[in-house]
């Protein structure tokens, strides 16, 4: 079946420091794939998303590039700030045309340091 | 800006009673849905729902389990008889059909502690 594997956390950073979040996935056919992020006290929103091989999701500085070589959708961003502290999940889905379940990785929790 | 809502935020209840957790979604949302996470595992699926039905559901989902849209606005999870091992974070999702993709759209979720 579909699985999604993230490194574990919590990762912390001091403010401007680079991230790098990594996930890999196992799913047959061509998934969908996809960074979610909790902030405290609030739901999972959808920060990026990929639906085919090489694609770049990009939002809020975030980046992800969809590796169907190496199964991965690893997530980055340049600068961190303090307000990027956050749960972060990896997620895959297969589009089948009607309602699409998610299949998460476990989250990352990010916390950013002045 | 459109959100889900979901209540309670916590419900505390004992091992064997009934609860219903409830959730509003977005008001022009078609598709519904329920996931879980225990602490420290990974959010899991739990149901979707469309068109009044249940369109696909995981093994976790057994009979002790039901869903229910009873008034167009409310998308209800039962639990029949709980167990411990049901506590858990439980998350509403819902979403619509735009350009061949779904935006699930997440609640803050309800913390079910199970006793």
């Known amino acids: 079946g579909n699985s999604v594997t993230q490194m574990e956390g919590p990762v912390t950073l001091s403010e401007e420091a680079f991230l790098t979040i990594n996930c890999t996935y196992t799913a047959t056919g061509y998934p969908s794939l996809f960074w979610y992020v909790q902030y405290p006290g609030e739901g999972l929103q959808l920060l990026l998303k990929?639906?085919?091989?090489?694609d770049k999701g990009s939002n809020k500085g975030f980046e992800a590039t969809y590796r169907k070589e190496t199964t991965s959708f690893h997530l980055e961003k340049g600068s961190v700030q303090v307000s990027d502290s956050a749960v972060y999940f990896c997620a895959l889905t297969r589009l089948t045309g009607g309602g699409n379940k998610l299949t998460f990785g476990t989250g990352t929790q990010l916390k950013v340091e002045l | 800006e459109p959100e889900v809502t979901q209540t309670p935020s916590h419900q505390v209840t004992q091992m064997g009673q009934e609860v219903i957790l409830r959730c509003v979604p977005i008001?022009?949302?078609?598709?519904f849905y329920w996931y879980r996470q225990i602490l420290g595992q990974k959010v899991e699926f739990l149901v979707s729902f469309y068109n009044n039905e249940i369109s696909e559901k995981s093994e976790i989902f057994d009979d002790q389990f039901s869903v229910e849209r009873p008034d167009g606005s409310n998308f209800t999870l039962k639990i029949r008889s709980t167990k411990l091992e049901d506590s858990a974070m439980y998350f509403c999702a819902s979403s619509d059909w735009d350009r061949g993709f779904h935006e699930q759209y997440f609640g803050p979720g309800t913390r079910l502690t199970v006793t």
């Open positions: 008001s022009n949302h078609l598709y």
């Open positions: 990929a639906t085919k091989a090489d």
